[in-house]
């Protein structure tokens, strides 16, 4: 499947500010699949690639090793048998969280040997990374990662968004309408494009359920290959939890996100796991499920001024998770229920759609938050940060567009711009700008086009 994130990859690896780039994201968005399908296409044979996870040796000796980049690189030649030459060779390190040592030397791998293409990724990475933070950081062999702070690149891999998933489903052509605004075309193809986001919102963007999607169109081995992905984290919590007691908190922590996404008042309620619950008891829980690339955790905003970070109310958020079908097998959402929108499916997308556009605007690397006045007696699902300005989004589920919230931020803040979705058709003269979902990826390009600008522009 062709992934829009390998563009960034491309760009790093033309960049003459290049460090060793990581990988981060959950686990099983693709990030081993990137790392082979960008060594396949700009270093089909010049990869040298290592996996931490299954290679006992490798480990043992980077444990034993001076981890300076000759030492290294000879290590990785002896184990591999190839050579690696600065300036032709891609170095792959994967997995390597397994390994503090070599994560270690990625510093020296910068500093030493500045032209090498350098690359790593691995699973649960973040936790490796602010381990010491929650007071651990010790591998099993004792030894303590330290981590080569300015001396590498990250880039946050995610699962497909919708644009990525009509690729990967051999459903492009209805893609091109959309990024072209060809709006005749557009209101022709509605009803399609409407049930392909439908299938989209069940199969979510975890690359192997899409896979299985794109191959077989059966919507149940979608969801079983979700519910493998959903106890395999659970293995994971089981396995990297350092205390029984964060164990409990985690499982309870994450298998109560649909339930407070499904509440009319989507703000994440501590006391709604347990009597008595208090923030400060969980904050760890959360902060692992964050490290981990598990959640976002979207914050009330208020008032919605520039910079958007800056009026982030921290005592309240919505806890989303990082995919919208993964959200649906945890809610034990039938697929029916979904794609003919019965009243079931009514009552719970609200949860969904706002899973959904969150999803688009962070793949887009669009700041947002959500707004409520003070009174409580509103609330927008939305406010996105532009170039210059703050610009209202009302995420509507169905066709029923009524919208207090945004009607009372317009004549509050006076927006120059504002926009609703719907699954509707696109009005885009209208104000607000009436946009059908399936085109919310257009709102986050359109906000992210404006934040480019060169010194010479200033």
Not at 41 to 47: A, E
Not at 279 to 289: D, S, T, V
Request: aromatic share 10%; hydrophobic share 40%; charged share 25%.
């Amino acid at each position: 499947m062709e992934r829009d994130i390998i563009v960034s990859i491309a760009n790093w690896e033309k960049s003459a500010y290049r460090k060793p780039l990581i990988l981060m994201g959950a686990r099983q968005v693709g990030k081993t699949w990137l790392l082979r399908e960008f060594a396949s296409q700009r270093y089909p044979q010049d990869t040298v690639y290592v996996n931490f996870m299954d290679n006992d040796l490798l480990r043992a000796q980077f444990a034993d090793i001076n981890i300076d980049a000759r030492s290294v690189i000879e290590t990785i030649r002896l184990a591999t048998g190839k050579s690696i030459v600065e300036g032709k060779t891609l170095l792959i390190l994967d997995e390597i969280q397994e390994s503090p040592r070599a994560l270690t030397s990625l510093k020296f791998l910068c500093e030493e040997t500045p032209h090498l293409a350098v690359m790593a990724a691995g699973s649960l990475l973040g936790l490796a990374l602010n381990r010491k933070k929650r007071g651990g950081g010790r591998n099993q062999g004792g030894d303590r990662a330290s981590f080569p702070v300015g001396k590498v690149d990250f880039l946050d891999i995610r699962p497909l968004t919708f644009r990525e998933f009509l690729k990967a489903t051999d459903e492009e052509r209805y893609l091109e309408i959309i990024e072209r605004r060809d709006y005749k075309m557009i209101d022709v193809q509605h009803s399609v494009l409407v049930k392909l986001l439908k299938a989209y919102l069940f199969v979510g963007g975890m690359p192997e359920a899409v896979k299985v999607f794109s191959e077989t169109r059966d919507f149940r081995l979608a969801r079983k290959t979700q519910r493998d992905i959903l106890m395999a984290y659970d293995k994971d919590f089981a396995k990297h939890a350092e205390s029984p007691y964060l164990l409990a908190k985690l499982r309870l922590l994450w298998n109560n996100i649909p339930a407070q996404l499904a509440k009319e008042n989507k703000k994440f309620i501590y006391k709604s796991l347990r009597t008595g619950a208090r923030a400060r008891e969980y904050e760890e829980a959360l902060q692992w499920l964050k490290d981990a690339g598990m959640v976002y955790q979207h914050f009330r905003v208020n008032p919605p001024r520039m910079p958007l970070r800056s009026y982030e109310d921290y005592s309240s958020f919505k806890l989303f998770m990082h995919d919208v079908g993964l959200l649906g097998a945890m809610s034990k959402l039938p697929a029916k229920t979904l794609l003919e929108g019965s009243d079931i499916f009514t009552n719970f997308n609200g949860a969904l759609t706002e899973q959904y556009v969150l999803q688009e605007l962070v793949a887009a690397d669009v700041v947002s938050g959500y707004w409520t006045p003070d009174d409580g007696d509103a609330e927008l699902d939305f406010v996105v940060q532009g170039a210059k300005a703050v610009y209202p989004i009302e995420a509507k589920a169905g066709i029923n567009t009524k919208a207090k919230s945004l009607r009372l931020y317009r004549n509050t803040f006076k927006p120059s711009k504002s926009y609703r979705t719907s699954l509707l058709e696109w009005h885009p003269d209208a104000e607000p700008e009436g946009v059908p979902l399936y085109a919310v990826s257009s709102i986050a390009h359109e906000i992210e086009d404006g934040n480019s600008v060169m010194f010479d522009q200033l």
